[in-house]
């Protein structure tokens, strides 16, 4: 019990210190995930930015490595890529005709 509950508050303290950058007005960026799991499971925390205008973002990815081992990131929008460099991330759309208008889920995120 203790283990899992260690995994959870690794995966809340992830979802918390996720940072973005955007360049457009009133944007916001927020994330969720498995809300339970137990040692061997994979864990997906998917990140959502909300505003309009929005073609590209930069951040870089904070865990607690001692309870969790990431597996990878993937982009979770259509049109956009995604590069990423150990914990650093950028992702952006690819040709500049799928900005995020409203809502999208971005990336999505392997533990």
Same mark, same amino acid.
Do not use: R
């Given at each position: 019990?203790?283990?899992?509950?260690?995994?959870?508050?690794? /995966?809340?303290?992830?979802?918390?210190?996720?940072?973005?950058?955007?360049?457009?007005?009133?944007?916001?960026?927020?994330?969720?995930? &498995?809300?339970?799991?137990?040692?061997?499971?994979?864990? &997906? /925390?998917?990140?959502?930015?909300? $505003?309009? $205008?929005?073609? $590209?973002?930069?951040?870089?990815?904070?865990?607690?490595?001692?309870?969790?081992?990431?597996? #990878?990131?993937?982009?979770?929008?259509? #049109?956009?890529?995604?590069?990423?460099?150990?914990?650093? @991330?950028?992702?952006?759309?690819? @040709?500049?005709?799928?900005?995020?208008?409203? $809502?999208?889920?971005?990336?999505?995120?392997? @533990?």
């Amino acid at each position: 019990m203790k283990k899992i509950i260690n995994i959870l508050l690794a /995966v809340i303290i992830c979802l918390n210190l996720f940072s973005a950058s955007a360049y457009a007005s009133s944007a916001s960026a927020s994330a969720s995930g &498995t809300s339970s799991a137990e040692a061997g499971d994979t864990i &997906t /925390v998917t990140l959502y930015l909300n $505003g309009s $205008g929005i073609h $590209g973002l930069q951040g870089k990815i904070n865990y607690d490595s001692s309870y969790l081992e990431f597996e #990878g990131m993937q982009s979770s929008k259509s #049109g956009w890529g995604l590069d990423y460099y150990g914990s650093n @991330f950028v992702a952006y759309d690819n @040709f500049g005709e799928a900005p995020v208008e409203g $809502g999208a889920s971005v990336l999505s995120v392997s @533990f």
